[in-house]
């Protein structure tokens, strides 16, 4: 872990830069558009992802830029963690309303389906956040909300190609 990293990592649990990011991360990287943020430009190394689901009223596609665990039963999972905020973030009702979605990994493309992690699943896939991001116990603490965690199943897999 670079000196960047472990500045951040003890920042991470302050409630200041938990409000930064929460301002700042989706709305910089998705108006970086065709340079996707990418945490290694920053000394960053966390396994990062671009979700797009569909809106739950709008029926629009949005995407949001996520940190993710490879999950022992397979898949890759995600934590409605929204910086431990009081809400869940909108990404979250959006796959329980539809769970298909798509999924950026690098240049990897896949369409898949969504279901809610159960209790033993979410137990197991925590350390494995902590591991990669520490201030997601943090959001854990704070968040007045059970979290809620989904699994992630590929349905096809295809290369991304840049228009």
Not at 27 to 40: E, I, N, Q, V, W
Not at 83 to 94: L, V
Not at 119 to 145: H, V
Request: with cysteine.
């Amino acid at each position: 872990m670079g000196p960047y990293q472990r500045t951040l990592t003890k920042l991470s649990r302050t409630s200041a830069l938990r409000w930064v990011l929460s301002k700042t991360i989706t709305p910089l990287d998705l108006r970086l558009k065709g340079s996707r943020f990418a945490p290694s430009r920053f000394g960053l190394d966390v396994p990062l992802c671009y979700l797009t689901t569909t809106g739950r009223s709008s029926g629009e596609q949005r995407t949001v830029p996520l940190l993710f665990v490879v999950a022992p039963s397979g898949g890759r999972a995600v934590a409605a963690t929204n910086f431990g905020r009081e809400s869940h973030p909108g990404w979250a009702f959006n796959l329980e309303a539809e769970p298909s979605a798509t999924l950026v990994v690098e240049d990897e493309v896949m369409s898949v389906h969504a279901r809610m992690a159960s209790d033993e699943e979410a137990a197991e896939l925590w350390p494995l956040f902590d591991g990669i991001w520490p201030g997601y116990e943090s959001y854990r603490e704070n968040a007045p909300r059970a979290i809620k965690m989904f699994i992630l199943s590929s349905q096809n897999r295809e290369e991304r190609t840049e228009d």
